[in-house]
């Protein structure tokens, strides 16, 4: 348990990871975890959204749709911009959910990020995979999505294509920013919303505490808030495992700094620091 102020923070999973959730995970590239993060955890993260929606970071973008109704705020690498982010990161059970859910006997943090879609926000978020964004190779690239509201489809729960990440395919980043554009040689991303029924899509109603985990090649997208009187916040977190090193190439999601680590290499650094174990 680590103290915060007055708060016991819970560190330690409630229980482990079951070998069918583990298979779960490695056939459907997702899983959802129901109560994995307490309430004062859940409270300490509306907190620091908060703090951090008054002061962004420079890594703030914006990624309202043209003439879109609402907000749609994200915000990227918060634990290194505010403190209290870190905590969520060493102190939380998500490192060891990531470790055993990816059968990785480490973990790093890629970048952690908040994700806030309020209430009657319009833009959806583009089906897409997380793996081009980044400068990663290997296998073990993963994303928690932690609930701080109530999700529902209507006010925005993500979708995904079940097995996608293991169609062998990966496909170009779709840019959510204006100012930036991804050049690879690689397919678009197919019409998943025009062709629906063509796909096996699941998505999960969420509580606060609740969370996903899905692969870094796995195709997904999530829905306008179309609530008048419901937020739709997140708390995500990037993870990587033993067999993930370093895969710089040009044209990538901006990260915070250079990591200072050669190509190929592990991404043990400050920038990507080793979580678990500790």
Same mark, same amino acid.
């Given at each position: 348990m680590q103290r915060q102020g007055s708060k016991t923070m819970n560190n330690k999973m409630h229980r482990g990871i079951t070998t069918d959730e583990i298979r779960q995970y490695e056939?459907?590239?997702?899983i959802c975890l129901r109560g994995f993060f307490d309430l004062d955890w859940v409270h300490r993260l509306q907190d620091l959204i908060e703090v951090d929606m008054a002061n962004p970071s420079g890594m703030v973008k914006n990624i309202d749709a043209e003439d879109a109704t609402g907000f749609f705020f994200g915000d990227t690498f918060v634990c290194h911009h505010v403190d209290g982010f870190k905590e969520a990161?060493?102190?939380?059970?998500? !490192? +060891?959910?990531a470790a055993s859910l990816m059968q990785a006997n480490k973990v790093?943090?890629?970048?952690?990020?908040?994700?806030?879609k309020e209430p009657d926000t319009s833009?959806?978020?583009a089906w897409h995979q997380d793996y081009t964004y980044w400068p990663v190779a290997g296998d073990q690239v993963s994303s928690?999505?932690?609930a701080l509201d109530p999700v529902t489809f209507d006010s925005g729960a993500v979708e995904y294509l079940r097995g996608s990440h293991r169609w062998g395919k990966?496909?170009?980043a779709i840019s959510f920013d204006p100012d930036q554009t991804y050049d690879e040689d690689l397919p678009e991303v197919p019409d998943v919303e025009g062709n629906r029924d063509a796909y096996d899509i699941v998505s999960f109603e969420l509580e606060?505490?609740?969370?996903?985990?899905?692969?870094?090649?796995?195709?997904?997208? !999530? +829905?306008p808030n179309r609530l008048e009187n419901q937020r739709r916040r997140a708390y995500i977190q990037r993870w990587t495992g033993h067999d993930v090193t370093y895969n710089p190439r040009p044209n990538l999601q901006k990260m915070l700094r250079d990591p200072m680590i050669p190509p190929g290499a592990p991404l043990?650094?400050?920038?990507?620091p080793l979580v678990w174990p500790q």
């Open positions: 056939e459907d590239g997702v990161v060493f102190k939380s059970p998500a !490192a +060891q959910i790093n943090l890629l970048f952690d990020q908040i994700l806030v833009t959806p978020t928690l999505w932690l990966k496909f170009l606060p505490g609740d969370c996903t985990i899905h692969h870094g090649l796995t195709v997904h997208g !999530a +829905q043990d650094s400050d920038l990507f």
